[in-house]
């Protein structure tokens, strides 16, 4: 197949700029418009960057409008039945899924990185009792530039390799001691011997008093909760540890930027607001009267959990997590009013003609935050369980960045709307 030809026309003048495709291995090709300021003297605008490349990745592919998730090539379904989440976090980071050895190998080595710094447990002293965990997480991740300086060789591809295992080990002892912090209970070490989400679980939940045994189900669900969020293309927060990477900072400070920006209730603080609607509905009784609101446009009632910007016939992930989410509160015999709430939103979602029209489908914050409650995850913990899952991504794409030769600091223009240029009049003539 022939690669298509574009060209940009100043329609007054007639004078064309070439505009070189840049085709990838699935979807639409980039216009690859570099050379049209220097060229034209005209920028392109595309607020939110909704049509705009940033950058080339062999990492994650998504269609929107066929509903589908690949990670390196592989779909987001099959990973998440055959695979753990250490297995798809090798994968994402090294392009190929481990055999038995390197699995074991990047297992141990991941468990071997869970433990933090002594020092660091007095940071979340620091902070207020009734923090939140993402404004713990954002400070305790930043801090881990002032720990470990060997990455600062960002060249060095051994540096980066390590500074990806670390980052992956740490954040769940890290988030899980924001967590103790917030209910006011004692810190629990990370232990070697369980799995990375049973290790997660047992930091949260166990208290030195008394011995904890994790629930297995409980594990397999954060397994699969994990995979689905461990990368998402060129979302806000992975574009933010991109755009800061490329200054060169630490790579922890990325991490950092990375998860100020998806604590937002637009991007990873969704399945928050989930849980904060159910809370506002309050029973099962009133959901078809919410249900109306939300057809009302001027009633300024929204439905929190349904439909994406990205996919617009279904999320591949909801439809794994809606399996899943039923498995567990079955399996866990969950008797939960909210729950039951939530069940009555989606049926009605998923059989009424408005919703089905405009394509507003449970998505996967909508099941996320289910099982999270079901989990006995507090709500304020929703969005700390996301940046875990997705620093796998983080971290990825980091990498990816550092390695391409043709890396640039990020820089985006504007279309300046201010006051055109103007003298300082004197003080008494103001």
């Keep these: 197949m022939s690669t298509p030809s574009f060209s940009l026309v100043n329609n007054a003048t007639g004078e064309k700029t070439d505009l070189p495709a840049v085709g990838g291995t699935l979807g639409p090709v980039g216009l690859d418009v570099g050379k049209v300021y220097g060229q034209m003297d005209v920028f392109t605008y595309d607020p939110g960057f909704s049509s705009t490349c940033s950058t080339k990745s062999a990492i994650t592919y998504i269609d929107g409008d066929a509903g589908v998730l690949l990670y390196r090539g592989y779909p987001v379904a ?10 798809v976090a090798y994968l994402i980071l090294n392009g190929e899924l481990p055999d038995k050895n390197q699995l074991e190998d990047f297992d141990q080595t991941i468990r071997r990185h869970t433990m933090i710094n002594e020092s660091l447990k007095g940071f979340f002293g620091g902070f207020r009792y009734d923090a939140h965990p993402m404004a713990m997480l954002t400070g305790v991740v930043g801090s ?28 769940p ?23 990375y989400c049973s290790n997660l679980l047992h930091m949260m939940f166990a208290v030195p008093a008394e011995p904890y045994e994790v629930n297995p189900i409980a ?50 603080g969704a399945n928050e607001a989930v849980l904060k609607m159910l809370d506002e509905i309050g029973d099962v009784k009133k959901v078809p009267d919410f249900m ?10 929204r439905l929190m959990g349904f439909g994406h910007r990205v996919y617009k016939n279904f999320d591949p992930r909801a439809t794994i997590i809606r399996d899943e989410c039923h498995k567990v509160l079955k399996a866990l015999n969950i008797n939960d009013p909210k729950l039951e709430l939530a069940m009555k ?25 289910i099982i999270y409650k079901a989990l006995g995850i507090p709500v304020n913990m929703f969005t700390p369980m996301f940046a875990i899952a997705r620093t796998v991504g ?11 030769p043709t890396m640039r600091i990020a820089r985006p223009r504007q279309v300046y709307t201010g006051a055109a240029e103007r003298n300082v009049p004197a003080l008494d003539k103001r």
């Design 78 to 87: 099959q990973l998440a039945e055959q695979c753990s989440f250490i297995e």
């Design 144 to 171: 881990l530039s002032a720990f470990y300086h060997d990455t600062t060789n960002n060249k060095d591809p051994e540096h980066r390799k390590i500074f990806a295992h670390r980052m992956i080990a740490k954040i």
């Design 173 to 195: 002892t890290i988030a899980a001691a924001a967590y103790k912090r917030y209910v006011g209970l004692p810190f629990m070490y990370p232990q070697n011997h369980l799995d």
């Design 219 to 268: 594990a397999r669900a954060l397994d699969v909760l994990f995979i689905l969020h461990a990368d998402h293309e060129q979302n806000a927060s992975t574009s933010t540890v991109r755009m800061a990477g490329s200054t060169g900072t630490n790579p922890y400070a990325a991490i950092a930027a990375g998860i100020a920006a998806l604590w937002g209730p637009a991007h990873g």
């Design 292 to 301: 109306s609101k939300v057809k009302d446009k001027n009633s300024g009632v």
């Design 345 to 369: 939103l989606e049926e009605i979602a998923l059989s009424d003609d408005y919703f089905k029209e405009r394509k507003l489908y449970p998505n996967v914050d909508f099941y996320s935050g």
């Design 394 to 404: 983080w971290a990825a794409h980091w990498i990816e960045m550092i390695a391409d």
